[in-house]
């Protein structure tokens, strides 16, 4: 299990709409087979180059392997024109059990 920092403003300010999030969403399901949208969070980071980016960040966490992941960071980087995004394992294990639908 990994949980990613989503973006909820642009570099320049703007606010992120639902539908520009709701591709993304769409990109990763269908990497993973899946994800979960938390609420949003407040948070801070400085840049390499010295200045603090204070923002609302979206966390979402995803069943799935280290080269996902992988995938979905540098999808991510692209797709919201970022300078940075943080990913971090969650844990190691992950129950999954599908209700028999033979029934």
């Given at each position: 299990m990994w949980e990613i920092l989503v973006p909820t403003i642009r570099i320049d300010g703007r606010p992120i709409k639902k539908r520009f999030h709701k591709v993304w969403d769409d990109k990763v399901i269908e990497i993973t087979g899946g994800l979960t949208v938390l609420t949003p969070a407040k948070g801070a980071w400085l840049c390499p180059e010295g200045n603090l980016f204070e923002e609302r960040m979206i966390p979402v966490r995803i069943a799935c392997t280290r080269n996902q992941i992988e995938k979905?960071?540098?999808?991510?980087?692209?797709?919201?024109?970022?300078?940075?995004?943080?990913?971090?394992?969650?844990?190691?294990?992950?129950i999954i059990r599908y209700a028999d639908v033979s029934n």
């Open positions: 979905i960071v540098s999808m991510t980087l692209e797709y919201y024109e970022q300078k940075a995004v943080l990913a971090y394992r969650v844990s190691d294990e992950v």
